[in-house]
């Protein structure tokens, strides 16, 4: 028997209530290692309740970017990670639209990922 193949897929979203702050962009400071620490435990909890369940690993959050909003003072912050999991060899690849689905509803609708507001419109799974 082989064993299962590591795989990874990204996820990629946009926070509206958190302000990007030039911190964000250094993985050396205290805010982009906290905020790091949080939003790898919140997609954490999202995705291991997922279709994935036991074979979902975790995720890695790599990085966050500047979204200006467009007639507004206020900017965003977009979230990427990388999510890990094992693939048996002859399984269906992933189902990115059913995960992305299954995303969705677990976050109101793309809008709430535990204290942040999502814009419903940012999410992408591995696309």
Do not use: W
């Not at 064993?3 to 990629?12: D, G, H, K, Q, V």
């Not at 690849?93 to 419903?120: A, E, M």
């Amino acid at each position: 028997t082989t064993a299962p193949a590591l795989e990874r897929f990204t996820i990629n979203f946009t926070i509206t209530n958190l302000p990007y702050t030039s911190d964000l962009e250094n993985p050396d400071s205290a805010k982009f290692r906290a905020t790091r620490r949080v939003m790898n435990t919140l997609l954490d909890r999202l995705l291991k309740d997922s279709s994935l369940g036991p074979a979902f690993h975790g995720c890695e959050t790599t990085g966050f970017r500047y979204v200006p909003v467009p007639g507004s003072d206020r900017d965003q912050t977009r979230v990427d990670a990388v999510c890990t999991y094992s693939k048996e060899p002859g399984a269906a690849p992933l189902d990115r639209v059913g995960l992305y689905h299954q995303v969705s509803n677990k976050t109101r609708g793309i809008t709430q990922l535990g204290p942040y507001s999502l814009d419903k419109d940012s999410l992408y799974v591995n696309g």
